[in-house]
């Protein structure tokens, strides 16, 4: 095979000139463009002083402490609130995951051995748990983030249950929507695993359920594992949606610090620098996990040592034949 591909030209010296060229216009015209258009009309209205700038900044304002206790205390409120509806998402969505799958191996099953009513009583129960289960993915999937935390955090009140911190309806809210996102992606991952598998498994005597915790289910969360940390990325940034409900986590917190130094744009940029860094960092670390898991699965191969006799009986047998 060519070191190029067939289906690009190497470009010669004159396209490489011509591709600098066109590249340092575009840039120039990038830069100019933002200059007259974002630069100019910002400093114009005083967005760029040490007033707006100052209690983020500035370590002699009034403000910058109290400010960044401020923002600290609001983050740290939010990482909570993140953590817990991820581990409650993961657990959740992992057992709904399993549960589907194996109610899907289930409904193959005629369960003979149970008679004619309790087979029949078994493969009611089985399709009806199947359609709930489906039924359940389907509409907490579908519902916004932001209905399903309005409905939440009104609706467990009228049920009788009640928290005396709003955290909690926040965590539920998020855990509703993303387990059943969680184990729709799990769910994907182990049905596309090769047949043969299952088939091997069950060869083996390793009941469906041994079967999808022991082998396939493994497999999705390695296979999976890009999808999961994104979904995860999304759960830090929905716990913005907590001010709807007056839980003051980093967004609220910015709201509030708006309104008495009125510097909407200055904040927005800091928290929103936070919030790219937080989830840049995310990306590196299922990057990493992905790579560790890569090379765990690479066996080394090592040779076989023969026996001296072996190796003996095949020399004498080669002189032999000569």
Known sequence: MSEHSVLYDVPGPRARRLTIIFSVIAALAVAAVAYFFVYRPLADQGQFSMEKWG??????????????????????????????????????????????????????????????????????????????TRLCVEVFRGTPVVITLVFVWLGLPVM???????????????????????????????????????????????????????????????????????????VLKDTSLGFIISYEEILRITNQVIQVLNNPIQMYVVIGGIYIVVNYALSKLAAYTQRRLARGRKTPTTPVERPPAAVAAEVEAGASVI
């Open 55 to 132: 209690p983020l900044i500035d370590p002699g304002n009034e403000n910058f402490s109290l400010l960044w206790d401020r923002i600290r205390d609001g983050f740290v409120k939010t990482l909570t609130a993140a953590g817990l509806a991820i581990a409650a998402s993961l657990v959740l969505g992992t057992a709904l995951a399993v549960l589907r799958v194996q109610l899907k191996e289930l409904r193959r099953r005629r369960f003979a051995s149970a008679g004619g009513v309790g087979a029949a009583v078994l493969r009611g129960l089985t399709w009806a748990l199947n359609a709930i």
């Open 160 to 234: 009788g249950i009640d928290f005396d911190n709003v955290l909690w309806y926040l965590v539920i809210g998020l855990t509703i929507y993303n387990m059943v996102v969680i184990a729709e992606i799990l769910r994907s991952g182990m049905e596309g695993l090769p047949g043969g598998q299952s088939e091997a498994a069950s060869a083996l005597g390793l009941t469906s359920f041994q079967a999808i915790r022991m082998i396939l289910l493994p497999q999705a969360f390695r296979i999976m594992l890009p999808a999961l940390i994104s979904q995860l990325v999304v």
